[in-house]
């Protein structure tokens, strides 16, 4: 499958552990934010969104936070499973149109 | 439904060949987006459709680079001439461009090597 990037941040975690992977953005203008997950060889994957009028989003083993303060915004899996090793994009839409703007991505591998 | 369909699932050619990559999008989604993922630059969208029109095309890198919609269930991204740097893998994705705008749905890619 394609690598998505050699130089990509890396989170190793345990099966079962929790799992936190962090993303910032820089517009403060945009007003929704997407988590997705993309295996290898495969599409980018919608795992859950949220609207700058919420801080907290939950789905399942899954929820998103986000500090609009410090442009952060952060994605928590709970009960990490080896299935949930991936890379894991955030994306944001900077004016409101339909256009994702998606941030480097982050590896999560889980050690079993 | 079968998902977003995209072909060819590999291309190998050589620089200065005209390369086409198709994609069938979810029968039913308004929108049509066109993605290109390098290592270098992470995925970055190319242009997108709304109801076969193309409403943003800023991300085209340059001239080489069309896309074109005949109908809602088709639509293909053409490089001609193609060049190394333009190999990658592109996707294409569909949505519905209702609540959920951000939730998209990607097909498996095309992965497009330039010798």
């Known amino acids: 499958g394609e690598s998505v990037g050699l130089h990509l941040p890396t989170l190793s975690v345990q099966e079962g552990d929790n799992s936190i992977i962090n993303c910032a953005y820089s517009n403060s203008a945009s007003d929704y934010f997407i988590w997705y997950k993309q295996e290898s060889g495969k599409g980018p994957q919608f795992i859950i969104d949220i609207r700058s009028n919420m801080d907290k989003r939950q789905g399942q083993r899954v929820t998103v936070l986000l500090n609009k303060t410090v442009k952060h915004l952060s994605l928590q899996i709970a009960a990490t499973q080896p299935g949930d090793s991936a890379v894991y994009f955030c994306a944001e839409t900077p004016d409101s149109s339909y256009k994702l703007i998606f941030g480097s991505g982050t590896r999560l591998l889980v050690r079993p | 439904d079968a998902g977003v369909i995209q072909s060819p699932r590999h291309e190998v050619t050589e620089m200065g060949q005209e390369v086409t990559l198709r994609c069938k999008p979810i029968?039913?989604?308004?929108?049509l987006f066109w993605y290109r993922q390098t290592m270098m630059r992470g995925l970055e969208l190319l242009i997108y459709f709304n109801n076969n029109v193309p409403i943003d095309d800023s991300g085209m890198p340059e001239d080489r680079f069309s896309a074109k919609m005949p109908n809602a269930s088709f639509s293909t991204l053409k490089i001609q001439p193609s060049e190394p740097r333009d190999s990658a893998v592109y996707f294409c994705?569909?949505?519905?461009?209702?609540?959920?705008?951000?939730?998209?749905?990607f097909g498996e890619g095309s992965r497009l090597t330039v010798l």
């Open positions: 029968s039913g989604h308004d929108y």
């Open positions: 994705a569909s949505s519905t461009g209702t609540e959920n705008t951000g939730e998209l749905f």
